[in-house]
């Protein structure tokens, strides 16, 4: 069964700290999507990456980095140099094929205070 | 312009009523999603039709009945509203699977409250 574990409810950092998300999953396909997405106080959820199963590389976006280890079943997010504007729920998600479509689960998210 | 819209963004009625939401893509999606997410942030997938088809399910209660009368569309119609149906409904669309299309990409959120 899907599961999807986001150990860290609440983070608090000053700005320019860096700071670490954690996501493990759970899954028995082999063919499998992680995700991160973002939500603002605003209340939309912003799509930040996407991850398939196959491809183990990390990757860097700006400040923003992912890293994803299939032996610890892991898709961690860092951000670096943290910004006020950084300040917003996290979830984590996974997706496996599904009849004529993929089921997403999400984590419990990860709420990230950046103090000025 | 906007990609996945929703309607109305806020809506407040009393327990026992009947509403709808309304989702509509332009992306030329073929999959579409209906989600909850309570006071607690916790996001819980309903539906998910693809090209017009349902074919997630999710255990909800029958009071909620999904709509879509094209790809482009779908709804989801509340019968006899109860207190715990206060939540913020996302939709959202994804393209067939395959064909990159495993993201799915959110609207705004509506925002139910239940009196």
Redesign the interface.
Known sequence: AQKVTQAQTEISVVEKEDVTLDCVYETRDTTYYLFWYKQPPSGELVFLIRRNSFDEQNEISGRYSWNFQKSTSSFNFTITASQVVDSAVYFCALSESNTGGFKTIFGAGTRLFVKA | DTAVSQTPKYLVTQMGNDKSIKCEQNLGHD?M?WYKQDS??????MF?Y??K?L??NETVPNRFSPKSPDKAHLNLHINSLELGDSA?Y?C?S?QK?GVG??????G??T?LLVL
Request: cysteine-free; hydrophobic content about 30%.
């Open positions: 999959t999603y607690k942030k916790f996001l819980k997938i998910s693809n090209n088809e074919i997630i913020v996302f959202a994804s699977p299309g495993e993201t799915q990409y959110f705004p959120g925002r």
